[in-house]
């Protein structure tokens, strides 16, 4: 005869006790619309998942909603800042060759964001571009520094408090800067943070971005990219001239952002509130040889000759349009272009996963594929770089296998 087990007896009554419990609990606070989503809560507390960063928008539960909206915050904040130095070095203050600017505007930027995500994401880990060992040698930089992050504020009272204020002093300033040294991973919640990716485009007037994305267990969930020098108008066309003489006028300005299975939308930059978003997807292309190219500037950075080589295997006519940071990745989500291709220069050299994790994001989410030049998908749960991947090729999914072909061939990888 079998034996009763007293501890599974026990155990499930206690189960059913918390059912009730909870099911009371959803019941009294439930209405007709959102009962799904409740349900689903019942549902993931029963089996023993956790359900953390779950907000209910109408009818619709969005998961990383909190955190989508954080980000883009933040990154809108920081945006303020580099603008104002961008503005001050158009003016002629520094000379050409004097990459102070870069340096300002990406230290006052990375202390905003993480100051930020430090406010409602206190446990995530970050890993972030600089450190700020730099600046506790230098008194007048981080003297300089400091005034634009303590004046540096959203126009919009509530949107400046959802991010917590900024730092207080400049020691703390050091501190969140510093918090930007993890060595990533595969395991929890990682930010990947760089504060102007494409130092050479915000030198030279280009483009340039802040790009901030939330990894979990290794994946990308959350992309943002505030692009302050790209036209708002999702259907603008890419001009030749895109990667240098640009400006942040009227008219300029957009953020990019997804969340895994959620699609990508883009919304202009604003310096309050955040604005309407609109969904975003790559362009259609039926015929590869009218497709466009996007290539960065910077030679060293990927090897343009490879490139023209693969552009002519394609039957691809058009030259490439040239700019820098993922300002290319945004490109090509909403259609102004169709592939971004990276080309190693180096057998040695590792991509940053703060290069490339949110622009991947973005651009999966508005159908297209990104891989390395091997085929691989990009794997940013291996620490700060992007060590088992080797360059990047970003095209819609329904022809990224011809164009990953044609790199190979060009590439002798076959
Ligand atoms: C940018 O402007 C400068 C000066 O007007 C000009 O010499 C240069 O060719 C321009 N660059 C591009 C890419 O249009
Ligand atoms: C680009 O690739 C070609 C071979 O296809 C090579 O000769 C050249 O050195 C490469 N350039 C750079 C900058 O790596």
Wanted: proline share 3%; net charge negative.
């Amino acid at each position: 005869m079998p034996v009763a087990n007293p501890q599974s007896h026990y155990l499930s009554r206690t189960t059913l006790i918390s059912l009730i419990v909870l099911t009371l609990a959803i019941f009294t606070t439930t209405t007709t619309t959102n009962l799904l989503p409740r349900l689903g809560l019942l549902l993931s507390h029963l089996s023993g998942t956790t359900t953390t960063t779950t907000t209910t928008t109408g009818t619709m539960t969005s998961i990383y909603a909190r955190e989508l909206e954080i980000a883009q915050l933040a990154v809108q904040r920081a945006a303020i800042l580099t603008k104002r130095v961008f503005h001050e070095k158009a003016k002629g203050t520094v000379s050409k060759d004097d990459k102070s600017p870069v340096t300002i505007g990406d230290f006052g930027a990375q202390a905003l964001i993480i100051a930020a995500l430090r406010h409602s994401f206190p446990h995530d880990a970050i890993v972030a571009e600089e450190e700020a060992a730099q600046l506790r040698e230098d008194a007048p930089l981080r003297e300089q520094i400091w005034q634009l992050v303590r004046e540096t504020k959203l126009d919009d009272v509530a949107a400046e408090g959802l991010l917590g204020g900024s730092v207080r002093d400049v020691d703390e300033m050091l501190e969140v800067l510093d918090r930007g040294a993890s060595e990533g991973g595969r395991v929890g919640r990682v930010w990947t943070l760089d504060p102007i990716d494409g130092t050479k485009g915000f030198l030279r007037g280009g483009q340039y971005a802040l790009a901030l994305a939330l990894l979990e267990d290794g994946d990308v969930k959350v992309g943002v990219l505030g692009c302050p020098n790209l036209p708002v108008d999702d259907a603008a066309p890419l001009a030749a001239d895109i990667g240098a003489n640009q400006t942040d006028d009227e008219g300029r300005g957009v953020i990019f952002s997804a969340v895994i299975g959620q699609g990508a939308t883009s919304r202009p930059l604003r310096t309050g509130a955040l604005a309407e978003g609109k969904r975003i997807r790559m362009k259609e292309v039926e015929d590869l040889a009218s497709a466009s190219f996007c290539e960065s500037v910077e030679a060293g950075h990927s090897n343009q000759s490879e490139s023209a080589q693969i552009a002519q295997k394609l039957g691809i006519t058009k030259p490439s349009v040239r700019m820098d940071s993922q300002a290319k990745y945004g490109s090509i989500a909403r259609g102004a272009g169709d592939i971004y291709l990276r080309l190693p220069t180096s057998k040695t050299y590792q991509e940053k996963i703060w290069d490339h994790a949110a622009g991947d994001l973005i651009v999966r989410e508005a159908g297209g594929q990104v891989t390395d030049t091997k085929g691989n998908r990009l794997d940013f749960g291996v620490g700060r770089t992007l060590a088992t991947n080797s360059g990047v090729i970003a095209a819609p999914a329904a022809v990224h296998g011809k164009v990953l072909e044609a790199v190979q061939e060009v590439l002798k990888l076959k």
